[in-house]
């Protein structure tokens, strides 16, 4: 499966950003999905990850309700929602898929396939 990220930007702190992740070459249902970032100089981090039907959701403590992870079968696409924006969430996004981890994995394993990122910079 491919996938690519989009819809990062410069956001002032406190405010939103929804991100894209939208996937190609393989059914989209059959993957676990999830988000990770990496800043400048730090290791890649686990952001959120979903199952496939959507039902179960895992997040990082850092972005635990202020971030939503989402997707739209139908579409290919992921979605991550993110409010209250702080300049600590600065980083390159990536969203990563799955078919044999479930995505309450995500947090211990590296995801089979991930997308090129998308850049989210929030300016204090």
């Known amino acids: 499966v491919q996938l690519q990220a989009s819809g990062g930007g410069l956001v002032q702190a406190g405010g939103s950003l929804v991100l894209s992740c939208t996937a190609s070459g393989r059914p989209f249902i059959n993957y676990e999905l999830g988000w990770f970032r990496q800043a400048p100089g730090k290791e890649r981090e686990f952001v959120a990850s979903i199952t496939w039907s959507g039902r179960s959701k895992y997040y990082a403590d850092s972005v635990k309700g202020r971030f939503t992870i989402s997707r739209d079968n139908d579409k290919n696409t992921g979605y991550l929602q993110m409010s209250s924006l702080k300049s600590e969430d600065t980083a390159v996004y990536y969203c990563?898929?799955?078919?044999?981890?479930?995505?309450?994995?995500?947090?211990?394993?590296?995801?089979?396939?991930r997308g090129q990122g998308t850049q989210v910079t929030v300016s204090s």
């Open positions: 990563a898929a799955d078919s044999t981890r479930m995505a309450s994995e995500f947090r211990r394993f590296t995801p089979q396939y």
